[in-house]
Structure formats: structure tokens, C-alpha cells
């Protein structure tokens, strides 16, 4: 539904002491409401004599965090990549298990990153790419093999069922006999035409030019026999290659995924994107030279003309290519935009063009943050998984294939809002298909036969996510926060009885990755004032974990940061709570006389949670945050509607509607410290970035009387000119929906700004065009307004990179903070 409403005016809020998180195994199979624990605030007993010089600068002095760590081969001991300086490298770090650490020197490289690697069937062998060569690993010793030392980058690894290694080269797959050394090329994928034969002569002039001209009609027929013979030596001689599998010249490979076995080739391409859309481009004011350089960027959702997607299956033993019917997909027919028109033209009448219904198109299903190919093929047998989407965003499927071409839907996804990009991890355990699905609301896990019966493995409100199935197949090892929605924690699932026992009890942030041998669980945790570490554990979780790395710096370690309170607000506007973490000024007392101000921050990304229990990546607005607690302000850091971490239902609150639901919750939020936190309701502030600056944009707009200043940092000011990503999943396109877009771009709202307003903008931004707050701007000074001001960033791109504009940015935040919200 669109909204236009004016917020309540007075919201009745009362704020619930809730249970503390038990400490047995959660009953995830529950669909009751889990418990949810309010985590207090700790504060600091003195002033920590915070400055924004020491908080913007380079983050070296706090630390950096382990990064892209793993297992070594044999469980002995993990690795780590960690920055020498914000601008420069990664430097490899070994760690054992008792905490001691070494940097392997760089010729020793090779023997660590084996991480993406394959195990053949025996587990005796591993192979694995490093430096875009391939490797083998005798798993019993340690010994390393190199394969190949080429230029030609090698992906996609794999042993098949008659023990060869198939690898990906470029756009060539290779199998490799160990036995004998012998290299067989399986398949050579091209994006151009097809040979043909001689083109026969075509108009009167060309047809007498050989009829009278010999030598012309010599050449001709030798043209056609080189022709014919070619294809029939191709074809007869047992030595030749297979012959090339050809897309034609206007598409591009999208993705190509190899059978167990080798003889069969799944393949997903499209028309050849640069041949689609423009691009747009970005201008560049500070060179090495003094001139003005242009770089290309992406095109706006509007621009966006996604091309279908085909497939295709290739024996490579026949040669036979079959093109995959994807309209046999369930739900391919649905008018899924009926609702849309109608409510357009209700608004706009003959002002709308309503686009006809059209045939639905697919695209490759990616998870945005990655671990999962679109294609995945049974570990013995010729038949392969996929996952799909349709480019409206309403429906995912997951899809069996055969070795005949035949499309089975296994499982489809429909969702009248969007469908989510995360929370779609599938896969193959034993010969049944295990799958993530929001279907109830939540990310639950399923098991499913081939073509049978579907049993829901973990269910429940929570986001079940990170699944790893143990090498034997009897548990799935997964991340999910059943007790507390900010609170994450490891577990694992019997597949035969359903049986879960919660790993991990830390009350923050946990990941894990599951060592090689099955017995031990290395975590990755945070709690809100510590950034992460690495941790070690036994995978059935009968040993209490401990800390391994140790990369926080002295310095950052003697202050004592506040623990801001983590609390759910009960909603004027929905069933589910609003969640936020609180930081209360130093010396804090909720009776006296004289109320606090209040600073709100609200994330970036949209579909983000940051009240939750670990380490956030606003890090710096983290220690900001305590500054201004030092400097008496209530500070409330909130998890709107459209945030993760919270449900189906809280993410899709947005759809056709952005910057209503969330503005709503902000003023829950003030409404929420006017009630519990002593703030002067009319001296309260917001800021934030990117999302964050769009709805500092929408509250100012639409909301006048909610804050008293705002801060809008790499702000979107018209979705229209975002990308297609992610604005069609929420606003479908600008053609389809175009009310929509007016509704929830700050652009069309601009008259509403009474109070003062600061833009922060970097130049070099090819996420949120410079081109959106230049556009805004123009619009408020037509229509005459006063109190904005907009700070530019030459040479900054959407997540600044200098310390130096780290600091004037919110030297102006701060600034601004400070003349209107203090008496």
C-alpha cells in the first residue's frame, strides 16, 4: 500500500523488561515468538577524553581484524589475511592452535590457500587453484604438485567419477589423467558464430560473375570442399578435439558447470550485456595531469534492459546441444504486475501508459553475498541443480536437469513484494535437495527428495544462514539467532532426526567454519565494543571456546567504550518490534530537570542490521557515538523496517513505499527516549549514509516537526537513477511503476524542508551518482530554500578512503549537531 499519511503525532509506547537468553539449545522448531533480552547499557565510569581527530584517523591505530581466514589442510593450524596499513596489502598469517603466530614467507604462499579446493573421492587428495594455476595436495603428507603454469587463468576445479582432475581454462575445460599425464579437452565454449560454408552467390550480377569467370567459379568450389573436408576430418579423427560449442557472436557466457562424470556441460548465457544498456559516466576532477577524466559506471534502473536468460546442455561425448525449456517453470504464465497497473492508473489515469503483460524472463539466481554457484551438480550422477529468478523479482525457483534436457521445478519461491537475495543456500546431501526458504516468513531449512516429499529441518522465527554439511551427511552446520535477533550463534542439525544443539553460547556475533577433519569449529567473534577475533572449538560443542588471534591494539583496548543498550520498542505500526542500540550520556540521570539532547543514526543499505550484539562495520560512527554520549547526548543507533535480521514480513514493509515505514519507526524511536531516556523530543537530531542519507532526506521532507537538523551522507535523491539491482526488487521499474518512485524519492518532497539541513557528497561515487545531490540541490534553491548547506569530496568514492575527509565530514556533523540541538 502507498502511504502519504503524517505520522502520529503522539505514539503510546511501552517499554517491556524482557527474559535473558537461556542458556540450553533453543526450541527452533518452534513457531512461537522466541524470547528477546534487553542488553544493557555499560558505561564507562570516567570520561574517555575522546576527539574526532583520534576517531577518523587512519584505522590502523585500533587494529586490524582477521580477514579471509581458513583451515590448513590438516587441521592443525588456521590462516588469516591482515592489512599492514588501510591503503596498502594483506600479509598471510599462520596461526596455531595454541595462539603463536608466523607470517609464511610469499614462496611458501602456494601451501596456504587450498581453502577452495576439491577432495577426490578418497579424501586422499586435494586440488585447488593459487595465483590462477592449478595445484594438487597429497592430503596424507602435505605435498604440493603444480599443474599447470600458464597465463590462461584456471577456475572450477573437480574430480570426476573416473578420477581424472576436469578444471575450467579460460573458456576451455580440461580433464587430467594423474595416471598418465594425458590432458583431454572437454569442451571449448566460444562467444561467436559458428563456421559456415561459402556464402553462394546472391543477385544477378554475382551469379553471372561466376558463370562467366572460371577462375571465380574454381576458387568457389575449392572454398566448399576445404569446407567439407574440415567438418568430416573434425568429425571422423579419433586424435581431433571436440568441436567448439559456439553461443554466436552477440552473447556472453554467464556461467558454465561441468557433470561429474564430464561428459555433459551446463551452460547459462544472454545477450552480451555491453550491446544492451549504456553505461553512464562519472567525471574525475583531481588526475595527475590537471585534466578531467571520465570513467563508465553502471546504468540507472531506468536505463536497465536485462537480457532473457538461455541454457543449454552439451554432450560432450555426442556433440548433441539441447536448449533448456524454461517456460515449463511453474508460475512463468503469472500476470505478476496486474496489482501494479491497476493502482497507476487509478492514480494517473490516461496519464499512464500501462506497459501490456509480457512474457516473463529469467535470470541466474546470485546470492549478493556469495559462497553458492548457480548450478550445482550431483556429487556421482548426471544431474545437476539451478537456481533461478525472474527478473521481476517475484519468484526463485530451484530446478532439476537431466542428462535428456528435462526441467523439473523442485522447489518455487513466490514472494508479491520481492524475492530475497539472501538466505538461498541449496545444495545436494546424499541424493536429496537441502534449501533455505523465507516461504514462512523466515529463513528456515528444508530437506527434500528428488521429485518427493519436503521436511522442514529448522524452522521457527529466525534466520537460519551459512549452511555446511558435515562430510558424512549426518548434520548441517548453520548460523542463526533464534534467542535474540541481534544475537548469532552456531549450531547443527541432525538430518535424520531433526535433533539441533546449540555450539556456540557468546552472546554476540558468530561465524564458523568447519575444520577439514570434521572435529573442531573455527569462529569468528565480536561482541558491540570489540571487533572480531578468531576463536577455536570442538564441532560437537562439548568444550567451551577460546580466543586464538589477538589483534586489537593496545591503544584502542585502554579505552573503555560504552556498551550501548540493545532494546525492542514496541511498534504504532506493526506487530514486531522496532529494535535499536542507545548510548546515554556520561553521567547520566533520568530524573533531573533539564532534558538530554538526542543524535539518531540510521544505516546505510537498506536491507542492513546494526543493533545487533557484535562489532558494526559503522565502526567509526560507533566511537562517534560515544563522543557525543561524553558530550551529553542521548545517542539511538536504530534497525528500521526493511532491516535484516527480523523476518520476511519486516523486510518487505518498504515495497512500493520507501521512506514511510522507516520514518514511522524513527519517530517511534524519539517518541521511545522523549518516554525513557529524558530527551527534549524537540531537540533531537539525525544523520546517516547512503540509505541512511535518503532517509534523513524523507524524515526532513515529509516530517518536519520530527528533528530539529539533519546530516544526508552519499544520499539517494531519486531511485531512478540508482541501479537495477536493487531498486526493482522494491520498486519494480520506473516504466511498470512509476508511482512508486514518485512516492518514495526525496526529489518530488523537497518543499517540505523547514529545517537545517547539511549534504555531504563525494565526486568519485559510482554506487550513489554525485549527479543525485547535484539534482536535489538545484531543486531546493527553485524552490527557495535557505537553510541547507553541501560540503563536496573530490576525490572520494561511496566509502570514503582518507582519514583527512573522515574527519571534515564530520567535523560538519558534529558542527552542526552543536549549534542546533544545545540550548
Not at 31 to 48: F, G, L
Not at 674 to 684: E, F, G, L, S
Not at 712 to 741: F, G, K
Amino acid at each position: 500500500m502507498i502511504r502519504h499519511s503524517t505520522l502520529r503525532n503522539s505514539i503510546a509506547v511501552s517499554f517491556v523488561l524482557l527474559t535473558a537468553c537461556a542458556q540450553t539449545s533453543p526450541d527452533v522448531s518452534s513457531a512461537a515468538t522466541p524470547s528477546v533480552a534487553t542488553i544493557p547499557a555499560q558505561q564507562p565510569a570516567n570520561s574517555q577524553g575522546l576527539t574526532l581527530q583520534q576517531i577518523m584517523a587512519d584505522p590502523k591505530w585500533i587494529g586490524f581484524a582477521p580477514h579471509a581466514s581458513h583451515w590448513h589442510w590438516d587441521s592443525s593450524a588456521v590462516y588469516y589475511d591482515q592489512k599492514v596499513s588501510e591503503q596498502t596489502y594483506y600479509q598471510r598469517v599462520k596461526l596455531d592452535l595454541q595462539g603463536n603466530t608466523e607470517t609464511p614467507a610469499i614462496e611458501q604462499r602456494y601451501q596456504t590457500d587450498m581453502e577452495d579446493g576439491v577432495n577426490s573421492a578418497d579424501g586422499k587428495l586435494r586440488a585447488y587453484v593459487f595465483g590462477d594455476n592449478l595445484f594438487l595436495a597429497d592430503l596424507t603428507n602435505g605435498e604440493v604438485t603444480q599443474l599447470t603454469r600458464s597465463s590462461d587463468k584456471v577456475s572450477q576445479p573437480q574430480f570426476l567419477t573416473d578420477g581424472r582432475i576436469a578444471f575450467r581454462q579460460n573458456d576451455l575445460f580440461m580433464a587430467l589423467d594423474l595416471a598418465t599425464g594425458i590432458r583431454q579437452q572437454l569442451a571449448d565454449i566460444r562467444e561467436e558464430d559458428s563456421p559456415k560454408p561459402p556464402a553462394k552467390p546472391e543477385g544477378f550480377v554475382a551469379e553471372e560473375q561466376h558463370k562467366l569467370i572460371e577462375w571465380i567459379a574454381n576458387k568457389q568450389k575449392r572454398a566448399e570442399r576445404r569446407f567439407d573436408t574440415d567438418q568430416e576430418w573434425q568429425q571422423k579423427d579419433p586424435s581431433a578435439t571436440a568441436e567448439p560449442i559456439y553461443l554466436g557472436k552477440e552473447h556472453e557466457l554467464l556461467s558454465a558447470r561441468l557433470s561429474p562424470t564430464g561428459r555433459f556441460l551446463l551452460l547459462a548465457y544472454a545477450e552480451d550485456r555491453d550491446e544492451r544498456a549504456d553505461s553512464d559516466i562519472m567525471p574525475n576532477y583531481i588526475t595527475h595531469d590537471g585534466t578531467i577524466e571520465t570513467q563508465s559506471v553502471r546504468p540507472r534502473v531506468a536505463d536497465s534492459d536485462p537480457a532473457p536468460l538461455q541454457m543449454m546442455l552439451v554432450d560432450n561425448q555426442t556433440g548433441g546441444m539441447t536448449i533448456l525449456d524454461l517456460s515449463v517453470l511453474p508460475g512463468m504464465d503469472d500476470d505478476v504486475f496486474k496489482a501494479v497497473r491497476a493502482a497507476n492508473k487509478k492514480a494517473y489515469g490516461d496519464a499512464y501508459d500501462a506497459p501490456e503483460p509480457y512474457e516473463r524472463q529469467l535470470q541466474l539466481m546470485e546470492n549478493w553475498g556469495g559462497g553458492y554457484p548457480s548450478i550445482i551438480w550431483h556429487p556421482s550422477k548426471d544431474i545437476a541443480l539451478m537456481m533461478v529468478e525472474a527478473v521481476d523479482n517475484k519468484d526463485r525457483w530451484i530446478a532439476s536437469v537431466d542428462e535428456s534436457g528435462v526441467i523439473k521445478s523442485q522447489h518455487r519461491l513466490h514472494d508479491d513484494a520481492w524475492v530475497n537475495y539472501s538466505f538461498n543456500e541449496y545444495g545436494w546431501l546424499g541424493d536429496d535437495i537441502y534449501y533455505l526458504s523465507e516461504q514462512m516468513g523466515y529463513s528456515n531449512l528444508y530437506l527434500k527428495t528428488l521429485n518427493g516429499k519436503t521436511r522442514k529441518l529448522v524452522g521457527g522465527q529466525q534466520e537460519v544462514q551459512s549452511l555446511t554439511v558435515s562430510d558424512d551427511g549426518a548434520y548441517i552446520y548453520y548460523v542463526a539467532n533464534p534467542a535474540h535477533p541481534g544475537i548469532y550463534d552456531v549450531f547443527r542439525v541432525a538430518t535424520d532426526s531433526g535433533e539441533v544443539t546449540q555450539l556456540t553460547d557468546l552472546n554476540g556475533m558468530t561465524s564458523y567454519l568447519l575444520s577439514p577433519d570434521g572435529e573442531q569449529l573455527l569462529l569468528t567473534y565480536s561482541n558491540t565494543t570489540s571487533p572480531q577475533e578468531l576463536w577455536v572449538t570442538k564441532a560437537d560443542g562439548n568444550e567451551q571456546p577460546r580466543q586464538l588471534s589477538n589483534t586489537v591494539n593496545a591503544e584502542f583496548k585502554a579505552i573503555e567504550w560504552q556498551q550501548p543498550e540493545i532494546i525492542a520498542m514496541p511498534s504504532a505500526h506493526d506487530d514486531l518490534p522496532v529494535y535499536a542500540r542507545v548510548f546515554y550520556p556520561q553521567g547520566y540521570d533520568a530524573s533531573r530537570a533539564e532534558q538530554y539532547p538526542a543524535v539518531m543514526f540510521v544505516h546505510g543499505a537498506g536491507y542492513l542490521q546494526n543493533a545487533h550484539a557484535g562489532w558494526s562495520g559503522y565502526f567509526r560512527e560507533f566511537m562517534f557515538h560515544n563522543l557525543l554520549a561524553e558530550q551529553g547526548y542521548v545517542v539511538m543507533d536504530i534497525d528500521y523496517r526493511g532491516s535484516k535480521g527480523y523476518g520476511r514480513d519486516v523486510r518487505t514493509a518498504i515495497y512500493r513505499n520507501m521512506g514511510y515505514p522507516e520514518v514511522e519507526d524513527m519517530a517511534t524511536g524519539v517518541q521511545w527516549m522523549a518516554t525513557n531516556a529524558n530527551v527534549d523530543a524537540q531537540r533531537v537530531g539525525v544523520y546517516g549514509g547512503s540509505y541512511g542519507g535518503f532517509l534523513t532526506f524523507m524524515a526532513l521532507f515529509n516530517e518536519p516537526d520530527l528533528f530539529a537538523a539533519g546530516a544526508a551522507l552519499r544520499p539517494v535523491s531519486d531511485w531512478a537513477h540508482y541501479n537495477a539491482p536493487y531498486t526493482s526488487n522494491i520498486l519494480n521499474t520506473p516504466e511498470v511503476d512509476p508511482q512508486a518512485y514518485r512516492v518514495s524519492s526525496p526529489i518530488y518532497h523537497a518543499e517540505g524542508l523547514t529545517k537545517p539541513l547539511l549534504i555531504n557528497a563525494p565526486m568519485l561515487d559510482n554506487n550513489v551518482f554525485f549527479q543525485d545531490v547535484v539534482r536535489l540541490v538545484q531543486r531546493l534553491i527553485e524552490l527557495e530554500k535557505d537553510d541547507f548547506e553541501t560540503a563536496i569530496f573530490p576525490v572520494e568514492p561511496h566509502s570514503f578512503k582518507e582519514p583527512s575527509s573522515w574527519l571534515d565530514e564530520y567535523k560538519r556533523i558534529h558542527k552542526l549537531f552543536e549549534q542546533n540541538l544545545k540550548p
